[in-house]
């Protein structure tokens, strides 16, 4: 039913469960599975000892960097599987919609994580997902 399913992680434990449960349903169709982050890039890096900020002389690669790894160790847990990892900067849910739109994805699945309290209200990524993707949205509970 699905072929490529697409599902965001930051590392942490609420989004694991997201990313078991997108594995889940990649190993039962036989389905390539997405894991995408986004990296806001920083514009400035703060001085230590309260000195001003200046320019990121990395341009965010540091950022990036630690996005890599970080996908590398979750792509670890699931090496059964046909997994791609994408990394790009922007708004993580904005990132997810347009990784999924890129590659065709007939599924993505994120987490509950602030589909509730204020975050659901100044906007979630679970409900921005929800909102603007252009194929079916799955939203794990995870809290």
Do not use: W, Y
């Not at 930051?10 to 390539?32: F, I, K, M, P, Y």
């Not at 000892?49 to 960097?65: C, F």
């Not at 994408?86 to 589909?115: C, F, Q, T, Y």
């Amino acid at each position: 039913m699905f072929s490529k399913i697409v599902t965001g992680t930051d590392g942490s434990e609420t989004a694991a469960v997201a990313v078991a449960l997108a594995a889940q349903l990649a190993r039962q169709n036989h389905a390539t599975l997405h894991l995408v982050v986004g990296v806001h890039k920083p514009a400035a890096v703060a001085v230590p000892s309260g000195g001003a900020s200046v320019p990121d002389p990395t341009g965010g690669a540091q950022l990036r960097n630690a996005a890599q790894q970080m996908l590398e160790k979750v792509a670890q847990g699931v090496e059964d599987l046909d997994v791609e990892i994408h990394i790009e900067s922007g708004n993580p849910a904005d990132v997810i919609v347009r990784v999924a739109d890129e590659v065709g994805a007939d599924l993505i699945v994120v987490g509950s994580k602030g589909m509730s309290g204020t975050r659901r209200i100044l906007g979630s990524v679970p409900n921005s997902v929800a909102h603007k993707a252009g194929c079916n949205v799955l939203v794990a509970k995870t809290t």
